[in-house]
């Protein structure tokens, strides 16, 4: 685990609440979450310490997914994800019944999905884009988010209750289309914690350590042009996507091998709707990148 940034208060709970020796299955995460302000990463590990559930709420690429791998890295605990979506159905949240060859002979077998492997095993559940998934299909973990963390196997009747360790962290896009507010009783099961976009110097840093570009000037140009972006964002001129952090790291690493308009054109432009929003990041990017 690396502790050594973190404060003392928060490195001995973090200590406590981590397992310790991981058993196979799961990913742990490469880490690396930065942000302006240490308190949200912090804030993070102490409700996660506490057995609390953590709901991320923040813009598209502003780091949110980033985080939760630095969650599991900090905790040296695999990471299970589930991605939301309006197909999202009980298979894919708890898993599958199927039929096996054994000896010659088939068997029904289950398959188990992420939602029981986390909790059999003690690992981090991580929901990404939660409320993109049907209200209908999420009351199915009400028990597995409440102080009883347990849930019953649909297909196979099999009562589980989580495992020492187990913890959960989702994560949210507001007003996005395709999501729906969650209700009342689902959100009361997180503690929420907003995650804001990465600015600065902060993104400067980001920028360096995870994108291959390496040239210090036009690293400061992508910053300006993200200041930018947000700014337009801010003022309801262009979506949140236009400055999206995951897209400016592919842009930079466009860069290396194309003129920076071409590569802002590739990574953040074509991926744009409207025609509107399109010449504006197109403008800006002619005024910063001559």
Known sequence: MKLDNLPEEIRELVEKSSKGES?????????GYTAEDPSVFHDVLIGLSLQKNILLKGPTGSGKTKLAESVSHTFNQPMYSINCSIDLDTE?????????????????????????QAMKKGHILYIDEINMAKPETLPILNGVLDYRRTITNPFTNEVITAAEGFKVVAAINEGYIGTVPLNEALKNRFIVIDVPYIKGDTLKSVLTAQSALK???????????????????????VSEEAASIRALLDTCD???????????????????????????VKNIADTIFE
């Open 92 to 116: 894919a949240m708890l898993g599958f019944k199927t039929i096996e060859q054994v000896d010659g002979k088939s068997s029904i077998t289950f398959v188990e999905g992420p939602v029981i």
């Open 23 to 31: 058993e196979s299955g799961g990913r742990i995460g490469s880490g």
């Open 215 to 237: 040239d210090e000037r036009m690293i400061d140009q992508f910053v300006a042009l993200s200041a930018d972006l947000f700014t337009q964002v801010q003022n309801g001129q």
């Open 254 to 280: 466009l860069a290396i091998y194309m003129p920076p308009k071409r590569a802002i054109q590739r990574g953040i432009i074509d991926k744009l709707e409207d025609d509107r929003e399109k010449s504006a």
